[in-house]
C-alpha cells in the first residue's frame, strides 16, 4: 500500500453511475460537502476502506482504500454475494463486525447503520498490527523459556540432574525430542555419552553413542570441539545418522538443529534439537533461541562440573583430615570428640591423634589459626609431620621442638603466618594402675584433672604456640592419674562458642568445669558426649569455632 494511498489525495470514487446532488449528504451521520470533488477528495483520503450498501444490501459507493484492499467489491455488486468470504458472511448473517486474512492482508471490519435504512462498512488493514501483537507475544514467550530455563538448570549442582534439565526444558517448546551429547569427566571412558528427552516420555534417558555414529551426524563434531559458527538447520537427516540416540518409534526426523553448548573451560558438549516432518523447521528466532538456551546449559553443566570436581576433592581431603579411629591401648581407656565450623566440609583446625607406644601412648591435641579448608590444610601438614617426627623422637617437648623447626622450614611459611597451639603427651602406666602423663604446651588451654573424689584441678603447661617463632619456647609438665581420675583436653572452641537463652555469652571455663563436675565417674567417651551436648544446647544452632576434645583415663 503506498503512502500517498494511506494518508493523502488518492483516485476518484466509483458512484454506481449515480451523480452526486448538489444538497448536503451524510456519511455516518457526517455532513459531506456539495461539492462532488471535495467529497470525494475526503473520502479517498481516508486511511480505512469505506463501502456503502443500500437497503438491499448493494454496494452503492466504494473509496479508493476499498477498491485497494478490496478490489473484488464494485459499484453494484451485491454484498451477502460478493467474493470476500468473510465480508459476505457477516453480511448474510447481519453481524457487525468481521476479521480475517484476504489477498495476504489482515482486515478488520466495522458496521454502522446510515439514514434511510443504508449501511457502512470501514475495513481497516490490521496486518502491522497483528505482526507487532505476535512478535511481542513471541519475545515474551521466549523471555517466559529463558526464564524458567535459568532458573531450572540454576536449582542443581549435580551434573546427571543438568544434563536431565537441559533435555526437558526444550521439549516441546523447541523441539519434538532434546538429545545432549558430552563427554563424561574422568575417570569414565572416552566414549561419548547422551542424554535425551522426547515428547511422551516419563522422563530423561541416558546411554553411549560410538564415535562411528558421531561423525556421521553433520556438524555434531564440530559442536562438540567447541564450533561457536550460527547453528542451522538440517534438513537431510537421515534416520540411520541418528537412529542411535533417537527414540526408537520416532522415525525419519524432519528438521535437526545441532548447536555447541560452550563454556569457559571449554566445549561442555552439544545440544541436538529434533523435529517431526509434520512440523514446520527452525525460523531464525527459534535458532537464536536455541543457540542462547544452548549456551546457558553449557555454562550450567560446566559450574556443575567445576562443583563436582570441588567436592571429590574435599571430600579426599576431608577423609584424611577426620580426627582417626582411637587405637585401644593396655591399662587405658580414651575417647574423643569433634565438630567442625564448616559443617558443609566437616572438617576445620582442630584435630587430636593418638599413637602407641611401647609402654603406653602419644597424644596430639592441637588447634590451628583460622578455621575452613585453610585451617585443614595446615592441620594435615601438622599431623604429618608429627607422624614422622614421633619416630625419631617421643619426649613431647623435644618432639615439639622439632614440629616447630620443620613447620617453619616448609615452603611458605613466612607468607602463610599460621600457627598452631599444641598439647603433646606421653601415656605410661603405673605399677598401682594409674597413668603417668608427661605434656608439653604450645600455647594451648590447660586440661583439666577430673578427680575420683570430685575435684577439678587445671593443669597448667603453658609455651608459646608452635610454627610462630624460631626461637619458640615450650613448658612440659607432669601429671598422675590415679584409678577413677580422667584428663580432659580440649580446644577453645568448647568455652568460647557463644550462645544462650537470652543474650549471646560465651560458655566459658565455669560451665565446662560443671558440667565435668556433674560427670564425675563417667567414663571418657560418655563425658566427652556430655560435654558436647551441652555446648549444641548452649549453641543452639548458632555459628562456633572448631571443637575437638580427648579424654583418657585408667581402664
Known sequence: MTAARRGGVAGPVSGG??????????????????????ARELLDGLAEAVVTVDPAGVVTL?????????P??????VLAGCRVSALAEAARDGADTFEAEHLGRRLRGLRR??????????????????ARTDALLTERSRTAFLAQAGSRLGLSLHRDQTLRAAVALPVPYLADVAVVVHRPPPPAEDEPHWTRYATGDSGPTTGVVGWRTVESVPGLVEALDGDLTAPSPWLDA????LAEVLPADFGRPGTVLISPMPSAGGPA?????ARRPDRAG????????????AGRAGAALAAAELYGEQTHLARVLQNSLLPPELPRLAGMTLAGGYRAAGDSLRIGGDFYDLFPTGDGGLFALGDVCGKGVGAAVLTGRVRQSLQTLRLVEQRPRELMELLNRALLDAPGAAARAQFTTLLLGTLSRQPDGGLLVRMAGGGHPAPLVVRAGGGIDAVR?????????????????EVRLAPGDLLLAYTDGVTEARGGPTEPAMFGDDRLRQALASGTGLPPAALVDRVLQLVDEWLDGQPHDDIAMLAVAAA
Open 72 to 77: 473484488e467489491l464494485t459499484p453494484g455488486v
Open 269 to 273: 558438549g552439544a545440544l541436538v534439537l
Open 238 to 241: 537421515e534416520l540411520a545418522d
Open 62 to 70: 466504494v473509496n479508493a482504500m476499498a477498491a485497494e484492499l478490496l
Open 282 to 293: 527452525f525460523d531464525q528466532r527459534e535458532i537464536a533461541l536455541a543457540r542462547e538456551f
Open 113 to 130: 447503520g446510515l439514514a434511510g435504512e443504508r449501511g457502512a462498512w470501514y475495513v481497516r488493514d490490521v496486518t502491522e498490527e497483528h
Open 461 to 477: 603447661v603453658g609455651g608459646m604456640p608452635v610454627g610462630a617463632l624460631t626461637a619458640a619456647r615450650f613448658a612440659e609438665v
Open 17 to 38: 453511475g449515480q451523480g452526486w446532488r448538489k444538497r448536503p449528504r451524510r456519511v455516518a451521520g457526517v455532513a459531506l460537502p456539495a461539492d462532488d470533488r471535495l
